[in-house]
């Protein structure tokens, strides 16, 4: 009986110790294969460790890992540039017959009530439109400008406040009205620290067709050959008023930069390539887990990459 109970507590510690659950400890590392690779070169990274999760940043553009909780970029180049392209009409006949608007008054009402020319500043003298194309194919840019330039046209970008944009259309019944194609649309914002980043592009700007002078026969279209489209008229057609107005864009707010997910603990991964495009020296970030019920075990792991030409 004395054994028994001294054996007791012994077999108790046997039983629980043999069965306690924990977070494995994690073992990652990971280096290039050489320190050095050419543009297009695919840089293959050896991977030491069997992690469940791996997540790769790297260090490119929209890829960096000191950016992935960065929501808001402050900068004073915010630049716009889209491109366009004309076929028939004439200026003497159609004149201005594309305009480009900006608005940071505009209440978001989508109609023709909630359209006030008032609300809105003509900024397209800053930007080059197309002349008469003889194919469909030939767009012309507007060139880059910066939105915080424009006071002189009676636009002073508020950048705490959305902004809107709006492509004019104006045609007048009796002669040919010109077809306008717009086929890019891009804002960028370049951060007091040199990084380009997209704020909106054409697909992502929303553009919605509204028709000034309800009358109007013809709106702007949008297809999935991500063009934006007002195809005009014959003499026959009447006149026409309509603009293609952009959702609310806030300038400040930038997506996080984002890493690529590897692997899951269903898999194993020993080398990882990936390619750059581009010269200069690049931070890699490995960033490997264990996770279960019971808790997390995280290692990251930073790794310098030159890229020459």
Excluded at 139 to 163: C, E, H, M, R
Excluded at 177 to 200: E, H, M, Y
Excluded at 210 to 230: C, E, H, M, R
Excluded at 258 to 281: P, V
């Amino acid at each position: 009986m004395m054994k028994k109970l001294y054996l007791l507590p012994m077999l108790l510690v046997s039983l629980f110790g043999c069965n306690k659950k924990e977070v494995i400890v994690l073992d990652f590392d990971v280096k290039p294969e050489k320190s050095s690779y050419k543009v297009g070169e695919p840089v293959n990274f050896l991977i030491t460790g069997n992690p469940d999760q791996i997540l790769f940043y790297s260090g490119a553009e929209g890829q960096k890992y000191v950016y992935k909780d960065r929501t808001q970029a402050q900068s004073d180049n915010i630049t716009l540039e889209f491109a366009t392209n004309r076929r028939y009409g004439s200026d003497a006949q159609q004149p201005q017959s594309l305009r480009i608007m900006a608005s940071q008054t505009f209440a978001g009402t989508y109609t023709t009530a909630g359209v006030n020319p008032a609300d809105w500043t003509d900024i397209t003298s800053a930007f080059t439109l197309s002349g008469i194309q003889s194919t469909d194919l030939a767009y012309v840019s507007s060139g880059v400008v910066n939105l915080t330039t424009l006071a002189s046209l009676g636009f002073t970008l508020d950048k705490a406040k959305p902004i809107y944009f709006a492509f004019k259309y104006t045609g007048t019944t009796g002669t040919t009205q010109p077809r306008w194609w717009v086929n890019k649309f891009d804002i960028k914002t370049t951060t007091t620290d040199g990084q380009v980043l997209p704020v909106a592009n054409i697909t992502t700007a929303g553009f919605t067709s509204v028709k000034v002078l309800a009358t109007s026969p013809v709106s702007w279209t949008f297809g999935t050959d991500n063009i934006l489209k007002y195809q005009g008229g014959a003499g026959t057609v009447g006149s026409n008023q309509v603009w293609a107005i952009s959702g609310g864009l806030s300038l400040t707010k930038v997506q996080p930069d984002k890493g690529i997910a590897l692997k899951n603990m269903s898999t194993r991964m020993d080398s990882y390539q990936n390619t750059y495009t581009a010269a200069g020296t690049y931070t890699v970030t490995f960033v490997a887990s264990n996770v279960n019920v019971y808790g997390e075990s995280k290692t990251i792991k930073e790794v310098q990459v030159t890229i020459v030409p």
